[in-house]
C-alpha cells in the first residue's frame, strides 16, 4: 500500500503522522503489525513528534540509523530508506516494513513493503 497526504504547509514536518495512519487503514494494518518502521528524520524535532503522535515502539524504528545518523539525500529520501529497509527485513526475516517521509510544502508518504520470503 501507498498513501502521500497533504498537511498545512506551516507544519509540513508532520506528514509522517498523518501518511502512515493513512496506508495503515488502506492496508487493515495497526502500528503493532509493523517489524520495522524507517521515518525519515528530516528534523530532529519533526521525527521525535510523529514518532510520539503515533506511539511506534523505539526498538522498531530505524534500526540501522535514520537521516541523522546517515544522512538526508534531497530528492532520493525514499531510495535511501527502501535500500536501508530490505537488507535489514532480510536478515531479521521481518515480514511487514513501513517507509514514510515528509515533503516539503505540506505533504507526507508511507509505504507499505512485505517481504514474501
Same mark, same amino acid.
Given at each position: 500500500?501507498? *498513501?502521500?497526504?497533504?498537511?498545512?504547509?506551516?507544519? @509540513?514536518?508532520?506528514?509522517?503522522?498523518?501518511?502512515?495512519?493513512?496506508?495503515?487503514?488502506?492496508?487493515? $494494518?495497526?502500528?503493532?503489525?509493523?517489524?520495522?518502521?524507517?521515518?525519515?528524520?528530516?528534523?530532529? *524535532?519533526?521525527?521525535?513528534?510523529?514518532?510520539?503522535? $503515533?506511539?511506534?515502539?523505539?526498538?522498531? $524504528?530505524?534500526?540501522?540509523?535514520?537521516?541523522?545518523?546517515?544522512?538526508?539525500?534531497?530528492?532520493?529520501?525514499?531510495?535511501?530508506?527502501?535500500?536501508?529497509?530490505?537488507?535489514? @527485513?532480510?536478515?531479521?526475516?521481518?515480514? $511487514?516494513?513501513?517507509? *514514510? @517521509?515528509?515533503?516539503?510544502?505540506? @505533504?507526507?508518504?508511507?509505504?507499505?513493503?512485505?517481504?514474501?520470503?
Amino acid at each position: 500500500g501507498f *498513501s502521500a497526504v497533504g498537511v498545512p504547509p506551516e507544519i @509540513m514536518g508532520i506528514g509522517p503522522a498523518a501518511a502512515i495512519p493513512a496506508v495503515l487503514a488502506q492496508t487493515g $494494518l495497526k502500528v503493532d503489525d509493523i517489524d520495522i518502521f524507517e521515518v525519515n528524520e528530516a528534523f530532529a *524535532s519533526q521525527a521525535t513528534y510523529c514518532v510520539h503522535k $503515533l506511539k511506534i515502539p523505539g526498538a522498531k $524504528l530505524n534500526p540501522k540509523g535514520g537521516a541523522i545518523a546517515l544522512g538526508h539525500p534531497l530528492g532520493c529520501t525514499g531510495a535511501r530508506q527502501i535500500a536501508t529497509l530490505l537488507p535489514e @527485513m532480510k536478515r531479521t526475516k521481518a515480514k $511487514l516494513g513501513v517507509v *514514510s @517521509m515528509c515533503i516539503g510544502g505540506g @505533504m507526507g508518504a508511507a509505504g507499505v513493503i512485505v517481504n514474501e520470503q
